[in-house]
T-cell receptor, first 113, second 115 residues
Framework: QQQVKQSPQSLIVQKGGISIINCAYENTAFDYFPWYQQFPGKGPALLIAIRPDVSEKKEGRFTISFNKSAKQFSLHIMDSQPGDSATYFCAAGYGGSQGNLIFGKGTKLSVKP | NAGVTQTPKFQVLKTGQSMTLQCAQD?????MYWYRQDPGMGLRLIYYSASEGTTDKGEVPNGYNVSRLNKREFSLRLESAAPSQTSVYFC??????????????FGPGTRLTVL
């Protein structure tokens, strides 16, 4: 069974701090690694995604770091804000021909004012 | 452009009852998915459809059936509901399967309780 292991389960960060969530995958053939953000009562929404040909991707305050040799990737949220409080899911899969994604179990982030 | 829509939003069933969850997308996507979300378990794939007329089992298909009615619609049926099927159900769609990118777009979810 292919798995994506995500940690921590929950995270409390002060406003302005850095939030870091880590994921590890098993299948070296995966070529697409997205992060989803979910607010209470809503469906998940794509936040940022990376392909393994780059080691880092940044969009505003959100950065994915990717380590292909270690089969690990992480989400960094800089200058965390109370509005970032949500559950974050990492996933891994194939970007094109085969659509299935394997999701991590999620991290509940709380940013304290 | 509504994206992915799901009906109903909430449902309460008694053990043994049947029901169908409806999902529709207006993005002309080829692939559609059904997930269930339980506390601490993340999103688990129930069934998926890579194109109109095809369906395949995911990680947790037992107790469910699906129908890809046309390119827009993908329904999930519980034939005899059990308390273990109490969950939040999400439908999603993507362009994957036709050379498209695999960003999955999720619906708002159906919250199902089985008593």
């Amino acid at each position: 069974q292919q798995q994506v292991k995500q940690s921590p389960q929950s995270l409390i960060v002060q406003k302005g701090g850095i939030s870091i969530i880590n994921c590890a995958y098993e299948n070296t053939a995966f070529d697409y690694f997205p992060w989803y953000q979910q607010f209470p009562g809503k469906g998940p929404a794509l936040l940022i995604a990376i392909r393994p040909d780059v080691s880092e991707k940044k969009e505003g305050r959100f950065t994915i770091s990717f380590n292909k040799s270690a089969k690990q990737f992480s989400l960094h949220i800089m200058d965390s804000q109370p509005g970032d409080s949500a559950t974050y899911f990492c996933a891994a899969g194939y970007g094109g021909s085969q659509g299935n994604l394997i999701f991590g179990k999620g991290t509940k982030l709380s940013v304290k004012p | 452009n509504a994206g992915v829509t799901q009906t109903p939003k909430f449902q309460v069933l008694k053990t043994g009852q049947s029901m169908t969850l409806q999902c529709a997308q207006d993005m002309n996507h080829n692939s559609m998915y059904w997930y269930r979300q339980d506390p601490g378990m993340g999103l688990r794939l129930i069934y998926y459809s890579a194109s109109e007329g095809t369906t395949d089992k995911g990680e947790v298909p037992n107790g469910y059936n699906v129908s890809r009615l046309n390119k827009r619609e993908f329904s999930l049926r519980l034939e005899s509901a059990a308390p273990s099927q109490t969950s939040v159900y999400f439908c999603a769609s993507s362009e994957a399967g036709n050379g498209g990118y695999n960003e999955q777009f999720f619906g708002p979810g159906t919250r199902l309780t089985v008593l």
